[in-house]
């Protein structure tokens, strides 16, 4: 890109009666500011990085002495543009060399971002308040956008390269990470960080929230308490997770649990007595992975009460479903699914990838092992809230038998069904305790 010298370029914009003509050169000639930030940031990261390496001989910079040389640079090496992008790139190196997270390191920090998406180096949005908007910023290079997945994915001790491609991991706070390889993400290296919540969400705040009324929030305590199965669905983002961890409140504090998750979100502070474990993916060999199936099957040799399993995608239904029906009452899990009836059969699904049996056999195993289906839904002004909750009672004549007990009526309020609960054998042992 041709640039203006920067001493015409300033006489120029400070003119105050310029010719059409001349204003037309300016605006055609002068550099874009997003562009040269964004080039000038790389170029100047690249320099700085060298002269720590071999130039400064020493093994620590004062941040003062790192923000001169930084600015030192930047005018050596810039030219034709104004004082605030000069402070803008110099900014974005302060990140690139401080944090890890880079540019998005701001993003991630702020307490009103829900969510970070990033896709390619171009594309960067965030959800706030239940709204996504687009970032006016941009990676230099993809090379930054997947130095940064590589450094999250080993902090959980996994790889993010074209034989890994997809990864699953998280930061140190608890957020969600999930990142994708520019050899199967078409546009670019791609990027989701769902932010976890330094407050735990719990059945009080979704009360405030109208998230759940304080009719079904009571039900579900004693529900949890009396030992229910309980199986949480929803879309994505419909705060699946969240809730499990609220519901995990009610748990007896006595009790000994097993948490499995394939990236570890949930904290149950109240419980003592727990065990918490997460997938592990293979090396670069092949070697050392732990999926979730194999911890569900050794969480049995260790003496639970109750077993959590975060989220189930495939098949590690088949040992949930055992794990369930072997006396663990009280467990529970979540899933993808966009009603009651259609979680089922996307557990049914789940479960023929483990294992070729009768579809019908499958099915009663299911409706043996699950009490309570409760489904989320994510509004259309972000809040997320419970549409529905099912007594699964059993399995006839090629259907699932639910009992609803609640329902969204005509004005979308949850509400309390006419309905009594059949299954009340682990509720009257409760009531005898």
């Known amino acids: 890109m041709y640039k203006i010298n ?7 914009s400070n003119m105050e009666e310029v010719t059409g003509n001349s204003k037309r050169l300016i605006n055609e000639y002068a550099p874009n500011p997003k562009d040269l930030r964004i080039d000038t940031t790389e170029q100047i990261v690249r320099s700085v990085k060298s002269w720590l390496m071999f130039e400064s001989g020493k093994a620590e910079i004062e941040d003062a002495e790192l923000i001169r040389e930084i600015e030192d640079r930047i005018f050596k090496e810039s030219s034709g543009i104004t004082v605030d992008e000069m402070k803008q790139i110099k900014d974005r190196v302060l990140l690139r060399l401080r944090s890890p997270l880079g540019i998005l390191q701001p993003l991630v920090s702020d307490p009103g971002v829900n969510e970070v998406m990033v896709n390619g180096v171009d594309n960067i949005f965030v959800e706030r308040n239940g709204k996504v908007m687009r ?13 940064i997945i590589r450094y999250i994915a080993g902090g959980v001790h996994r790889e993010f390269n074209e034989l890994n491609p997809i990864v699953d991991a998280r930061l140190p706070d608890g957020s969600r990470v999930c990142g994708i390889y520019n050899n199967v993400a078409i546009g670019g290296p791609a990027l989701s960080i769902r932010k976890f919540r330094k407050e735990k969400i719990n059945m009080d705040s979704m009360l405030s929230y109208g998230s759940i009324t304080s009719e079904c929030a009571e039900e579900l305590k004693k529900w949890v308490k009396a030992g229910y199965n309980i199986f949480v669905s929803g879309g994505t983002s419909s705060g699946k997770t969240t809730f499990l961890n609220a519901l995990s409140d009610y748990i007896p504090s006595e009790e000994r649990i097993v948490v499995i998750e394939d990236s570890s979100e949930l904290n149950m502070n109240q419980v003592d007595n727990i065990v918490y474990m997460e997938c592990r993916n293979a090396n670069s060999i092949g070697r050392g992975g732990v999926d979730m199936s194999s911890l569900i099957k050794t969480s049995l040799r260790l003496r639970p009460d109750r077993i959590i399993v975060g989220e189930v995608r495939g098949g590690e ?3 949930m479903v055992q794990a369930m029906n072997s006396g663990h009452s009280g467990s529970m899990s979540t899933g993808h699914g966009n009603s009651v009836q259609g979680m089922l059969r996307r557990l049914e699904s789940m479960y023929l990838m483990a294992i070729d049996i009768p579809v019908d056999a499958i099915r009663m195993q299911i409706a043996e092992a699950i009490d309570i289906m409760v489904h989320l839904n994510r509004r259309r002004d972000g809040t997320r809230a419970v549409e529905s909750v099912a007594e699964l009672v059993g399995y006839e004549k090629g259907e699932y038998v639910l009992n609803y007990l609640y ?8 509400t309390r069904t006419e309905n009594k609960m059949i299954r009340t054998i682990k509720m009257r042992k409760l009531e005898k305790e």
């Open 317 to 319: 239904v088949f040992q």
């Open 6 to 12: 920067e001493d015409l370029y300033a006489d120029f």
């Open 135 to 147: 970032i006016d910023d941009s990676f230099s290079c993809e090379e930054e956008l997947k130095d």
């Open 407 to 414: 329902e969204m009526d005509d004005n979308l309020n949850l």
